[in-house]
Structure formats: structure tokens, C-alpha cells
């Protein structure tokens, strides 16, 4: 179990989360969910250890951050690295001797290709592929289903249950609240930096309600389109 207690970051005089408290179960898939800027990002690069911050994370592991794969929005990577050679320097970081990459290419990405030369969807999915070629236990996945075709994410979303079914914990922000909906044990609104509400299943279209009221409120009444 990972317990997050009491965290809060600032940047400058700008505090960005507030003393949150959540505890992750493994074998459970959990949505963060909130408006642009309301911390869900800061969140899970404090939780990845990419950020430091003031709380504490309790977890199982010595150094979570070796048991942890972070999936971030917009992936970036070396100049003239191929795709094959970011997935090996990703697995010899975990001390694991892998190279059948090409058998294990579910998204048939162009790995003997430049990886900085792939679009916005490519350079996800190899990101992503590495991260479950390190046999993290903790995943943390700021919007993977964004850029991405329709195809290759429900390939994301099978993967998510697969992850589940081998008892890892899973970390989820989207903006595509359906897919939370589809895969999600819980869900955590995050407004101004704090846990707003928590919610299980059976509350999912109640959240969904809640967030396009406060999204939309009277904004479409207020342009004039015709």
C-alpha cells in the first residue's frame, strides 16, 4: 500500500497542492480528475519522486521511484536515439536484460526510427511500452489516452486491466472522463489543490454532472454562434 500524507507543494509563493492525503491499494486503478491547473500534474510528479515536496509518501519499497513507472503527457526524448535503443536504456535502468523489442512492439512503432522525429501519439506509446518493460509496480499515467488514436487506446485501456489483474497499482489522469468511467476502482477530484470529493462507481455519473456544471456553467449561453 502507498499512503501520501499531508502533502503539499509550492512553487514560489504559489502553492499549488495542499496537504493532500489519498492511499493507493495494489491490484486498484485510481482517476485524478480536475480542471487545467488544478495540481493533478505537480501531483503525480511528487508521487514519481520528480518533484520535492513537503508530506511524506510511505510505500514498501526502499526508493519508490525505482518501482515506479511515470508515464508524462508530452514524452520527450534524446536527439538520434532510435526507438530500439530508448526502450534498452530504459530496461538496462532496471537492471533488466531484455531485447526482443520488435516481438513485444504491440503499438508496431518504427523503432529502428529517430524517436524525437515520431508524432505526439508515437512518442507516447513508446514511452509507454517502456515503462511496462521495466515491470514497474506503480504506474502513473498523466493522460494517456490524449493524442493517441482510437485504436491504440483501446489497446491502453486493455493494458490498464492487464496491470490490474497482475495486482499493480495504477494512476490515471484524463480530460475523456468515459474512459475513467471504464476502468477506474476510484475517482479523486482535485480543485485548487486539494481533494475535493472521492468517489466509487456508483458515483461516477454523479462527478461527471458535478464537473460539467462547474466547467460549463452558462459559458456556451455566453458566445454568440448564431
Same mark, same amino acid.
Given at each position: ?86 526502450? $534498452?536504456? #530504459?530496461? =538496462?535502468?532496471?537492471? %533488466?536484460?531484455?531485447?526482443?523489442? /520488435? ?5 508496431? !512503432? ?57 495486482? $499493480?497499482? #495504477?494512476? =490515471?489522469?484524463?480530460? %475523456?472522463?468515459?474512459?475513467?468511467? /471504464? ?5 479523486? !477530484? ?37
Amino acid at each position: 500500500m502507498i499512503s501520501v500524507l499531508e502533502l503539499s507543494k509550492s512553487f514560489g509563493n504559489h502553492q499549488v497542492l495542499k496537504r493532500i492525503n489519498l492511499t493507493f491499494e495494489p491490484g486498484r486503478i485510481y482517476g485524478i480528475v480536475g480542471e487545467n491547473g488544478s495540481g493533478k500534474t505537480t501531483l503525480f510528479r511528487c508521487i514519481a519522486g520528480l518533484e520535492s515536496y513537503a508530506g511524506t509518501i510511505q510505500s514498501p519499497y526502499p526508493v519508490l521511484k525505482d518501482h515506479t513507472g511515470f508515464l508524462p503527457t508530452n514524452p520527450e526524448y534524446l536527439s538520434r536515439i532510435t526507438g530500439w535503443e530508448f526502450l $534498452k536504456l #530504459v530496461c =538496462i535502468a532496471r537492471g %533488466i536484460r531484455e531485447e526482443a523489442f /520488435e516481438e513485444q512492439n504491440i503499438f508496431d !512503432l518504427p523503432l529502428d526510427q529517430y524517436a524525437d522525429t515520431y508524432s505526439t501519439g508515437m512518442k507516447k506509446k513508446l514511452a509507454l511500452m517502456g515503462i511496462l518493460l521495466q515491470q514497474n509496480d506503480l504506474f502513473i499515467l498523466d493522460e494517456p489516452f490524449n493524442g493517441v488514436d482510437i485504436h491504440s487506446n483501446m489497446i491502453i485501456l486493455e493494458l490498464i486491466r492487464k496491470l490490474q489483474s497482475l495486482k $499493480k497499482t #495504477v494512476l =490515471i489522469s484524463s480530460h %475523456i472522463f468515459a474512459t475513467l468511467q /471504464e476502468s477506474c476502482d476510484f475517482i479523486y !477530484l482535485l480543485q485548487d489543490g486539494q481533494i475535493a470529493k472521492s468517489v466509487a462507481p456508483d458515483q461516477f455519473g454523479e462527478l461527471e454532472a458535478q464537473m460539467k456544471s462547474f466547467v460549463v456553467g452558462d459559458r456556451i449561453n455566453r458566445i454568440r454562434i448564431g
